[in-house]
């Protein structure tokens, strides 16, 4: 058969239709090629430090998504945390530099300059500047602005190491930090002055790691052989301890307000574990991702953050005092959007509760039904607590926000008489 005549046996039996099918299936592949590029990392997503210049993403089942390269090849990656517009910044501990991945997580480059010697934790204020906190060297914390620029450099007074592990508190002046001793350590961002040690008894374990604080007060703290759970005054109130673990060392919070995850540094196991109750809710390996040299750092997308939570909110706890049987008492929670976008007001609900759940409630609030609160606008929030018994109740009250890594979680207490 000549080619002439081949091409033309060919055009007869490609019909119109097949064509147009054929084009629509490239449109239809093509169109789901870009959406999937474009997809943001999605909330919940278990986002491990395994090393190799390298973050292992995982469902929270444990099944790996893929990686993000921040191309340093440092043999850790440590601590890392999301923006609140959803950009993902990570330590690159062996490399000194700190990588900025956009929300869907495409490399941007390198955040900040100057790191002294192995950038290993990093933590936002409400207005999107970062704290960066170095293991070694001059042991110094470094503050930037969100575009990376230093604002200023503070020097902690330090214990075993240096700054290791940070956490600006909602006061956004109190900085919170561990240095693989015993104790949490506090330093005012503000006056650029020492505090108080966080805790006076000692911690149990040898070296204290990853932390962080709890809506409600308190602090959670990846202490090696065990995680620890401090109230709001320093004091050793509960502890966890996952099976086949030597050295936890990475923590964060999930964005359920109910749970949070850890992992030991050299097997790689990642846990979720609740916090009222120690459960274990999830426990699979990161080992097995690419270039994994240790779990050295874990957060969590939408993870609660409460020094970057951008919507104020005043009382910290709600106290009735003394309810007489039979009768209602009303107190107001103030809510503040200091964020740079609108947010919404979600659902209210009330946890942790001792005593009958039916006498506390919450209404009256926030510019329902739309609940959005725009910026620099504040709202309340009717809290009410009815005695029908001599008693004393205590409650979590519970506000969900749009605003990622925003929750709110108020200690309500009262007494019936």
Same mark, same amino acid.
């Given at each position: 058969m000549k080619a002439r005549d081949w091409f033309t046996a060919m055009e007869k039996m490609v019909s119109p239709r097949m064509?147009?099918?054929f084009v629509l299936m490239l449109i239809g592949l093509l169109t789901l090629a870009v959406q999937y590029?474009?997809?943001?990392?999605?909330?919940?997503?278990?986002?491990v430090s395994t090393g190799s210049g390298k973050v292992t993403e995982f469902?929270?089942?444990? @099944? #790996?998504?893929?990686?993000? +390269?921040?191309? *340093? !090849?440092?043999?850790?990656?440590?601590?890392?945390?999301?923006?609140?517009?959803?950009?993902?910044?990570?330590?690159?501990?062996?490399?000194?530099?700190?990588?900025?991945?956009d929300p869907t997580g495409a490399l941007i480059g390198p955040f900040g300059s100057g790191y002294n010697a192995d950038p290993e934790s990093l933590s936002f204020d409400s207005a999107g500047n970062v704290y960066v906190g170095q293991a070694d060297g001059s042991h110094s914390v470094l503050n930037f602005d969100p575009s990376g620029t230093l604002l200023n450099t503070?020097?902690?007074?330090?214990?075993?190491?240096?700054?290791?592990?940070?956490?600006?508190?909602?006061?956004?002046?109190?900085?919170?930090?561990?240095?693989?001793?015993?104790?949490?350590?506090?330093?005012?961002?503000? @006056? #650029?002055?020492?505090?108080? +040690?966080?805790? *006076? !008894?000692?911690?149990?374990?040898?070296?204290?790691?990853?932390?962080?604080?709890?809506p409600s007060g308190g602090i959670l703290v990846a202490d090696s052989s065990e995680v620890v759970r401090l109230d709001a005054s320093g004091n050793q109130i509960q502890t966890y301890s996952p099976p086949n673990t030597g050295n936890l060392f990475a923590l964060n919070l999930d964005p359920d307000g109910t749970s949070f995850w850890t992992a030991d540094l050299g097997n790689g196991e990642v846990f979720e574990v609740d916090i009222a109750t120690g459960s274990i809710l999830q426990q699979w390996?990161?080992?097995?991702?690419?270039?994994?040299?240790?779990?050295?750092?874990?957060?969590?997308?939408?993870?609660?953050?409460?020094?970057?939570?951008?919507?104020?909110?005043?009382?910290?706890?709600?106290d009735f005092g003394n309810v007489k049987l039979n009768t209602t008492k009303k107190?107001?929670?103030?809510?503040?959007?200091?964020?740079?976008?609108?947010?919404?007001?979600?659902?209210?609900?009330?946890?942790?509760?001792?005593?009958?759940?039916?006498?506390?409630?919450?209404?009256?609030?926030?510019?329902?039904p739309s609940g959005v609160l725009k910026v620099g606008h504040s709202c309340t929030i009717g809290v009410f607590f009815s005695a029908?018994?001599?008693?004393?109740?205590?409650?979590?009250?519970?506000?969900?926000?749009?605003?990622?890594?925003?929750?709110?979680?108020?200690?309500?207490?009262?007494?019936?008489?």
């Open positions: 064509c147009m099918g590029a474009g997809a943001q990392i999605a909330k919940g997503t278990v986002m469902d929270q089942i444990g @099944t #790996n998504l893929g990686q993000l +390269d921040t191309t *340093t !090849a440092s043999t850790y990656t440590t601590g890392s945390a999301f923006d609140s517009a959803g950009n993902f910044f990570v330590t690159d501990f062996s490399a000194q530099q700190v990588t900025k991945f503070f020097s902690p007074a330090t214990e075993n190491r240096g700054t290791d592990w940070v956490e600006i508190a909602a006061d956004q002046c109190t900085l919170f930090y561990t240095s693989e001793g015993v104790l949490v350590k506090r330093f005012n961002a503000c @006056t #650029n002055s020492q505090l108080a +040690d966080f805790n *006076t !008894a000692p911690l149990p374990g040898a070296f204290a790691y990853a932390h962080r604080l709890l390996s990161s080992a097995g991702a690419a270039g994994y040299t240790a779990a050295a750092g874990l957060s969590v997308k939408g993870e609660i953050i409460v020094g970057g939570n951008c919507v104020s909110f005043s009382p910290a706890t709600i107190k107001i929670l103030t809510l503040t959007n200091n964020c740079t976008a609108k947010v919404v007001i979600g659902p209210v609900s009330f946890t942790n509760v001792t005593g009958d759940p039916a006498d506390f409630s919450a209404h009256q609030y926030c510019n329902q029908d018994e001599v008693d004393t109740d205590t409650a979590t009250l519970n506000v969900a926000i749009s605003a990622p890594g925003s929750a709110i979680q108020v200690p309500v207490t009262a007494t019936e008489k």
